[in-house]
């Protein structure tokens, strides 16, 4: 009895293994095969180039390799999201747990998550069709596919993530430094602010960080309401292209697989990974360095 | 739980029972169609109309770009393949390897349409000429405002919106603006989608774009289009059915084809199917926007399916200003 309770464990304990060795598998399969078509491709496009030409042609007769205009399209976008986003998720945050009643919070923080489960190619037509007509009403010069209303859209997307994180964050702060506040005469915003928000900015910039490493990836929204145009500029009302766009272009388009054309794919891809893992690397890093710090 | 005798199970049964024989119709055969997203909106109406006559054969028609359509016909994935232009140099010689024939038969004529916003209130017409400078390899970053084009034009930026590099549009358009297919700048919005680039230059004041005249059509009331002069003296022409079929509308009004595999050629639905399209492609071609060809074209063109006539009458020819009636009479000979 005893020994087929001890083989069931181990059993189970295999399988866990087994799991979770299935994700890391894939991480490394995916490093893997973007590197090797990477490789491939700066065995033909200098990595200089790659890095200071500032045009995007790889379709084109005339050809130019520099990933510049599609960095400053994804750049640009995630800007404006976390412009948008950061003010309001954080206020939200604030509200909720200085001064929201428990009622209203509970009631409110799963609505606000519904934000996060829309999905995305929804809120690319919402900028399309809805946020990109409404901003040209005040800005005639405004593109019909631009950076701000991807931008903004995006922003809203990625509230619930700063706001839920935050809030955590903001009610892991010992009750202690709020009362000590309170006892020195201060008010409830200076107590919000100037007490509670810094307490809590460890876990808060880890929110926003994997907001914007959120904000970095996305795709639809961008592909659908940016446009296509790698250009090279920090202009909000212009037509963008980011990373994630071209590679939705040119795998959904007739490009020969094995081709040069193709591997540029690769290339904008590993680049957008480095970011979003060195992004990640420094929430991580900023996690565990001020971790316990109350404690 | 499940009580077999009770009204309510029955009838979920009879809903499952028929659900599954329509998803599991048997059909007749298939046809499989591909290709431009410019010949879409044609064989789809013609293939439409067939169901109607003949639901127990199954057609399905795909986009996937001129160039796309043409990879899977060569690797006979397809039975027809749509083509805004003749099939290629390359796509011959690729042909003749792999070993598959073709017949081409020419289904309508298509004016490019050259488009500006509704709100754009400053372009009357534009020369060729003009048009070379704004979409020139050599313009990439340097012409980029109107006033570059005519300096009477206001200082605004010109924003450019096109063909992606695997459409026939793309390939047409170069060659007659720019003088060699696939050289343009690369520096505009490129898609293979045309409702992207309706989209795009319907809410831009300062866009301009080509496409399809029948994307045109269906969106007349968020476009302007955009009449053509061949030259500075010449008469500013806009594509309508008759200056795209008399050859007036010079030099972007061009003909559209389908490909048959041979081998589905010889089977009677695709017989069928073809006999049907050459049929109605006149009428539902004026529907979809197109201009429909003469109707020599089309009956020297049924003869020549009948008679598995192969190869393209484009081999050593442009269709830049064809004559498709002479081109096919020559080639019958």
């Not at chain 2, 079929?245 to 048959?260: A, T």
């Not at chain 2, 595999?261 to 197109?290: C, D, H, M, R």
Request: charged share 20%; proline share 5%; hydrophobic share 45%.
């Amino acid at each position: 009895m005893a020994k087929s309770s001890i083989k069931s464990e181990k059993f189970i304990e295999l399988i866990m293994i087994l799991c979770s060795l299935i994700s890391v598998l894939t991480t490394i399969g995916i490093i893997l095969v973007l590197s090797i078509d990477t490789v491939k491709f700066f065995s033909e496009v200098s990595f200089f180039d790659f890095i200071t030409d500032p045009q995007w042609t790889p379709l084109f007769e005339d050809k130019h390799f520099g990933i510049l205009p599609l960095l400053a399209g994804t750049i640009l976008t995630t800007l404006i999201a976390t412009l948008l986003a950061v003010p309001i998720g954080v206020s939200i945050a604030v509200y909720l747990n200085e001064y929201a009643s428990k009622k209203f919070t509970a009631t409110v923080k799963p609505i606000l998550e519904i934000l996060a489960a829309v999905p995305t190619v929804v809120y690319g037509f919402f900028a399309l069709q809805f946020v990109t007509p409404l901003l040209q009403t005040f800005i005639p010069s405004l593109a019909g596919f631009n950076a701000l209303s991807p931008g903004l859209v995006m922003g809203i997307m990625i509230i619930p993530y700063i706001t839920s994180l935050s809030e955590d964050a903001l009610s892991a702060v010992p009750k202690s430094l709020r009362e000590a506040s309170y006892g020195l005469g201060a008010s409830k915003l200076q107590t919000a602010f100037k007490v509670m928000v810094p307490a809590a900015s460890s876990g808060i910039i880890v929110s926003i960080i994997l907001a914007i490493s959120r904000a970095l990836g996305e795709t639809m929204i961008v592909a659908i309401a940016a446009g296509q145009q790698p250009n090279l500029t920090l202009n909000p009302l212009e037509s963008v292209e980011t990373i994630t766009t071209y590679i939705v272009q040119v795998s959904m388009g007739d490009v020969p697989q094995a081709s040069l054309e193709y591997r540029t794919i690769f290339a904008a891809g590993i680049t957008l990974f480095a970011f979003t893992f060195l992004l990640n690397n420094i929430s991580f890093w900023i996690q565990k360095k001020y971790q316990n710090r109350y404690d | 739980m499940f009580n077999l005798k009770s009204p309510f199970s029955k009838l979920i049964l009879v809903v499952i029972a028929a659900l599954f024989s329509s998803c599991f119709k048997s059909y007749e055969g298939k046809i499989n169609i591909d290709g431009s997203s410019t010949v879409y909106p044609l064989t789809e109406a013609v293939s439409e109309e067939f169901r109607d006559i003949r639901p127990e054969i199954r057609v399905t028609v795909g986009v996937s770009g001129t160039g796309g359509g043409f990879k899977k016909f060569l690797r006979n994935e397809i039975d027809i393949s749509n083509a805004s232009r003749p099939i290629s140099k390359s796509e011959l010689e690729q042909s003749k390897k792999s070993g598959i024939d073709f017949i081409e038969i020419p289904v309508s004529y298509d004016g490019l349409a050259v488009v500006v916003s509704k709100n754009n209130d400053f372009v009357d017409y534009l020369t060729v000429e003009e048009l070379h400078k704004m979409w020139a390899p050599e313009s990439q970053h340097k012409i980029i405002k109107w006033n570059q084009i005519r300096p009477e034009w206001p200082d605004a930026p010109l924003n450019l919106y096109g063909a992606g590099t695997s459409s026939g549009t793309y390939d047409y358009f170069t060659e007659a603006i720019n003088g060699k297919a696939k050289a343009s700048r690369g520096d505009y919005t490129a898609s293979e989608d045309d409702n992207v680039l309706v989209q795009g230059v319907s809410t831009d004041i300062n866009g301009l774009g080509y496409f399809g005249l029948a994307y045109y059509s269906e969106n007349k009331d968020k476009l302007k289009l955009v009449p053509i002069k061949v030259d500075k003296n010449s008469e500013a022409i806009y594509p309508t059915d008759e200056t795209v079929q008399n050859g007036s509308y010079q030099p972007l009004s061009r003909p559209e084809f389908i490909y048959v595999n041979v081998q589905s050629a010889q089977s009677p639905l695709v017989q069928e199917y073809i006999k049907f399209y050459l049929e109605n492609a006149g009428t539902l071609a004026k529907e979809v926007g197109y201009v429909a060809l003469p109707a020599a074209v089309y009956i020297l063109s049924y003869e020549k399916f009948k008679n598995l006539k192969t190869g393209s009458i484009f081999e050593n020819e442009s269709t830049v200003g064809a004559n498709l009636l002479e081109l096919l009479k020559k080639h019958s000979e």
